[in-house]
Nanobody, 123 residues
């Protein structure tokens, strides 16, 4: 089974930037769709961004459009989330996810998840 490990979270001031990374342990990474989700305390998990297997299609939640950028490097078996102009409401645990099936939809479902990385944005 593929394992996903997120990194890059931390504490940042409003208006600052962070770059999250997700490293996958998989024999074939390039065949999989990837997504980023987040969950704030007391709230449901929400979709943030997704990217197709070859990176030619990307999708974003309305709340992050123009501020976040998803990308992937299949040679490194990694997916990234560049977060700019961060706001306090971006504070959450961020998770990356993988879809194994040949059919893939940006908002889900997904088949495996990482452990999450905490992002905290101060006012």
């Amino acid at each position: 089974q593929v394992q996903l490990v997120e990194s890059g979270g931390g504490l940042v001031q409003a208006g600052g930037s962070l770059r999250l990374s997700c490293a996958a342990s998989a024999r074939i990474f390039s065949s999989y769709g990837m997504g980023w989700f987040r969950q704030a305390p007391g709230k449901e998990r929400e979709f943030v961004a997704a990217i197709s297997w070859n990176g030619d299609r990307t999708y974003y939640a309305d709340s992050v459009k123009g501020r976040f950028t998803i990308s992937r490097d299949n040679a490194k078996k990694s997916v990234y989330l560049q977060m700019n102009s961060l706001k306090p409401e971006d504070t959450a645990v961020y998770y990356c996810a993988v879809r194994y099936d040949t059919n893939w939809l940006p908002t889900g479902p997904y088949d495996a998840w990482g452990q999450g990385t905490q992002v905290t944005v101060s006012s």
